[in-house]
């Protein structure tokens, strides 16, 4: 079975302080896909990133950042300097590559409630 | 503009009163599936299909039908919605179940059951 935790709930920053977002899954695949999620108070998810298990490559797209580990099957989202437009609900998830009854199912963290305030 | 597309948005009905959420996608894409979102719980699979007339169980299938007749639509189907139904509905599709694949969401249905 897999199992995403996403152990924050709430965060609550101020603008312009960095933020650090916590992913950790369970799996038993050995291969398989990361994402995160954003939703914005508006409802729908946006695409962030997919990360395969097989690069622990960390990535960087502007204020955002991801550190993949493996080792500690962690998948962290930073968020740099961070802006009102930031505030919403991240999910991490996690994909199996294939097989099983998990099959194209993604399973998704509990979600972490972002408010960046002014 | 290749997109998933969901109706209703928004929908208020009272319990045992049938209803179909209609999903559709223009990509062709083979898998689709049906998520709720809850509070606190994340999203979790309701429904899932591989290809047209291939369609199994996912985490949390109770109380939901589903039908993939064309390969472009997979309605939701509630015989009889229950207030424990009140919930935001995502309909997602993607090329096929292989994981590199993204799964593009549709806009979600919020749903309430009185």
């Known amino acids: 079975a897999q199992k995403v935790t996403q152990a924050q709930t709430e965060i609550s920053v101020v603008e312009k302080e960095d933020v650090t977002l916590d992913c950790v899954y369970e799996?038993?695949?050995?291969?398989?896909?990361l994402f995160w999620y954003k939703q914005p108070p508006s409802g729908e998810l946006v695409f962030l990133i997919r990360?395969?298990?097989?690069?622990?490559q960390n990535e960087i797209s502007g204020r955002y950042s991801w550190n993949f580990q493996k080792s500690t099957s962690s998948f962290n989202f930073t968020i740099t300097a961070s802006q009102v437009v930031d505030s919403a609900v991240y999910f991490c998830?996690?994909?199996?590559?294939?097989?099983?009854?998990?099959?194209?199912?993604?399973?998704f963290g509990q979600g972490t409630i972002l408010t960046v305030h002014p | 503009e290749a997109q998933v597309t969901q109706n209703p948005r928004y929908l208020i009905t009272v319990t045992g009163k049938k209803l179909t959420v209609t999903c559709s996608q223009n990509?062709?894409?083979?898998?689709m599936s049906w998520y709720r979102q809850d509070p606190g719980l994340g999203l979790r699979q309701i429904y899932y299909?591989?290809?047209?007339?291939?369609?199994d169980k996912g985490d949390v299938p109770e109380g939901y039908k589903v039908s993939r007749k064309e390969k472009r639509n997979f309605p939701l189907i509630l015989e009889s919605p229950s207030p424990n139904q009140t919930s935001l509905y995502f309909c997602?599709?993607?090329?096929?179940?292989?994981?590199?694949?993204?799964?593009?969401f549709g806009p979600g249905t919020r749903l309430t059951v009185l």
């Open positions: 997602a599709s993607s090329l096929s179940a292989s994981s590199y694949n993204e799964q593009f």
């Open positions: 799996t038993r695949d050995t291969t398989y896909y």
């Open positions: 990360r395969n298990s097989f690069d622990e």
């Open positions: 998830a996690l994909r199996p590559y294939a097989g099983g009854t998990s099959y194209g199912k993604l399973t």
């Open positions: 990509m062709n894409h083979e898998y």
């Open positions: 299909s591989m290809n047209v007339e291939v369609t």
